[in-house]
């Protein structure tokens, strides 16, 4: 009796990875099919990824099921640029609240006021302009 490797029985899905520098990168996540293999599979990459450059690029994950049979399987990685740090003083951002329930451009209802979804989209554009002025006089 011909005995196949489960190498040979099992195929492998692969999925996308996003790495952002700093994060943690086990080969595993770029199986998306974990569940469909037996528990004792390993993972392991066939070589180290470098992942220095922000962009696309593609690393070979080895498979390796319990009967000691193999497989290899390429995967994409997305690289993520290293978020910027801000270094100096930061700047508060204040948004004034409209107490009086006047529907005035420029002003956020707050509490247990009413107002429309209208209202409410306003002042979340306000509150994006106000982060987006903020970080703009940092960035100069």
């Given at each position: 009796?011909?005995?196949?490797?489960?190498?040979?029985?099992?195929?492998?899905?692969?999925?996308?990875?996003?790495?952002?520098?700093?994060?943690?990168?086990?080969?595993?996540?770029?199986?998306?099919?974990?569940?469909?293999?037996?528990?004792?599979?390993?993972?392991?990459?066939?070589?180290?990824?470098?992942?220095?450059?922000?962009?696309?690029?593609?690393?070979?994950?080895?498979?390796?099921?319990?009967?000691?049979?193999?497989?290899?399987?390429?995967?994409?990685?997305?690289?993520?640029?290293?978020?910027?740090?801000?270094?100096?003083?930061?700047?508060?951002v204040s948004i004034q609240f409209d107490h009086q329930n006047k529907r005035t451009p420029g002003t956020i209802?707050?509490?247990?006021?009413?107002?429309?979804?209208?209202?409410?989209?306003?002042?979340?554009?306000?509150?994006?302009?106000?982060?987006?002025?903020?970080?703009?006089?940092?960035?100069?």
């Open positions: 009796m011909t005995r196949i490797a489960m190498a040979g029985k099992f195929a492998i899905e692969t999925r996308k990875i996003v790495y952002m520098s700093g994060d943690s990168l086990a080969p595993r996540e770029g199986i998306a099919n974990l569940s469909e293999l037996p528990p004792e599979t390993r993972f392991s990459w066939q070589k180290k990824p470098v992942l220095e450059t922000p962009g696309l690029t593609q690393a070979t994950i080895m498979v390796e099921y319990p009967d000691a049979s193999q497989a290899a399987v390429k995967v994409p990685i997305e690289v993520l640029p290293r978020p910027v740090k801000h270094k100096g003083p930061s700047q508060n209802l707050s509490g247990n006021q009413r107002g429309t979804m209208v209202d409410a989209f306003a002042g979340i554009g306000l509150l994006v302009k106000a982060v987006k002025k903020g970080l703009s006089r940092h960035r100069q």
